[in-house]
């Protein structure tokens, strides 16, 4: 089973940055990809961007060109640098983690949530 705490939220500013990050802690048979998930308020929870163990990353086209996910070798972190900040970003944010368990069955494990808010 893995664990996964987030920290990074709060409250900032338009056009502000904030960086977000997630501990994972624990083992599973194998990672396939690590993510941000978001979920503003009163809508369903949306992808923000996706890491794979290859290295390969997807955003949503809403953050292209203002977020960057990034993790370590060891996949036992995660990072979501969030750059010119608009109030539609608020939301709640889950570090996501996608694998195969010990029983070889396909995963989701998600953290807590951290809440990042965008206002003046």
């Known amino acids: 089973q893995l664990q996964l705490v987030e920290s990074g939220g709060g409250l900032v500013q338009p056009g502000g940055s904030l960086t977000l990050s997630c501990t994972v802690s624990g083992s599973i048979f194998t990672i396939n990809a690590m993510g941000w998930f978001r979920q503003p308020p009163g809508k369903e929870r949306e992808l923000v961007a996706r890491?794979?163990?290859?290295?390969?990353?997807d955003y949503a086209d809403s953050v292209k060109g203002r977020f960057t996910i990034s993790r370590d070798n060891g996949m036992n972190l995660l990072y979501l640098q969030m750059n010119s900040l608009r109030s539609e970003d608020t939301a709640d944010y889950y570090c996501n983690v996608r694998g195969y368990d010990h029983q070889r069955l396909i995963s989701d494990y998600w953290g807590q949530g951290t809440r990042v808010t965008v206002s003046s």
């Open positions: 890491v794979t163990s290859g290295g390969s990353t």
